[in-house]
Structure formats: C-alpha cells, structure tokens
Nanobody, 114 residues
C-alpha cells in the first residue's frame, strides 16, 4: 500500500537550514498535490507549503521567503528546503500527498534552538 516516508529533521540553531524529504512508495500513480504541514506544541496543525503536479506552490505567510517546496513528480517525492530557521518553526513536520486518496507521512521533529 501507499506509504509516505520522511527524512531530514533534526536540531538546528536559529538562522540555520534543514532539508526535509518525503518519498511515496507503493503507488504507480502520481499525486496531484504534495506538501507539508506542521504542528507545534499547544497549537493546531497548520499547512506550511504545497506543490501541485503543475509546480504551482503555496506557502503560509510565516515561511514565505524562507522555505521552498519542490518535487520530483516522476518519483512522487516532495522536498522542503528550510532556510533562516527561527525558534517558532519548531514543530513536528508532516508530509501530505493527495491523488484519488490522501496520505500522511509519519512526521519528523524539527527543533530550532540555540
């Protein structure tokens, strides 16, 4: 069955960078949209960034200019390049993909702290 496997989280100092990846396996069909959500302690899960099969992107205001979402559509893989990280970016980041159905990755912790 379809699985979304994430990697790339970790601990970084403010101003640093991380790159998250999410690879979908078990499907021969490409997803229409893939993206990233995050959930910080005590907060609701929020949409961070999305990218469609046509390479249209969308970002939450707080990450515009700092984060870049990209994808390799042929591989059903989505990436999130995070630059200029701030403590408020600390959260569990979840990969998401939607075709006919929707799927979630397992989540990966991103901690930004000095």
């Amino acid at each position: 069955q379809v699985q979304l496997v994430q990697s790339g989280g970790g601990l970084v100092q403010p101003g640093g960078s991380l790159r998250l990846s999410c690879a979908a396996s078990g499907s021969i069909f490409r997803f229409y949209v893939m993206g990233w959500y995050r959930q910080a302690p005590g907060k609701q899960r929020e949409l961070v960034a999305t990218i469609t099969s046509g390479s249209s992107t969308n970002y939450v205001d707080s990450v515009k200019g700092r984060f870049t979402v990209s994808r390799d559509t042929a591989k059903n893989t989505v990436y999130l390049q995070m630059n200029g990280l701030k403590p408020e970016d600390t959260a569990v980041y979840y990969c998401y993909a939607r075709g006919v159905d929707g799927y979630w990755g397992q989540g990966t912790q991103v901690t930004v702290s000095s």
